[in-house]
């Protein structure tokens, strides 16, 4: 017995050869625009860098990874993406989706 073998395998379109089978493709935009965009991040933890810098859209607090958040007890170093999921604006308790990515 090998346990060799995916599952998957028959489920997934073929790649390549299936001109129906071009889905949304957000990953075109997002390289053509890495970053100037405006808005929050939209909860996307993929566009995220580890020294991503954000502000808070709110009260432009700004959570930098070099110093982490000492209110929240995160540790300096710590990029944004590796908040934990309820970690909120240490100065006006918004949603961490409300932060904007500051450019580089
Ligand atoms: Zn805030």
Redesign the pocket.
């Known amino acids: 017995m090998s346990p060799h073998g995916s599952p998957l395998r028959g489920s997934m379109p073929p790649e390549g050869t299936d001109p129906a089978w071009g889905g949304p493709a957000p990953d075109r935009m997002s390289a053509e625009c890495p970053k100037g965009f405006e808005g929050s991040y939209l909860g996307n933890r993929d566009v995220l860098k580890p020294g991503s810098r954000l502000e808070?859209k709110?009260?432009w607090?700004v959570f930098d990874p070099a110093l982490g958040d000492p209110q929240w007890q995160i540790p300096p170093g710590t990029p944004f993406a590796d908040l934990p999921p309820h970690w909120r604006?240490p100065?006006?308790d918004?949603d961490a989706e409300q932060f904007l990515l500051l450019p580089d």
């Open positions: 808070c709110i009260c607090w604006c100065n006006c918004c």
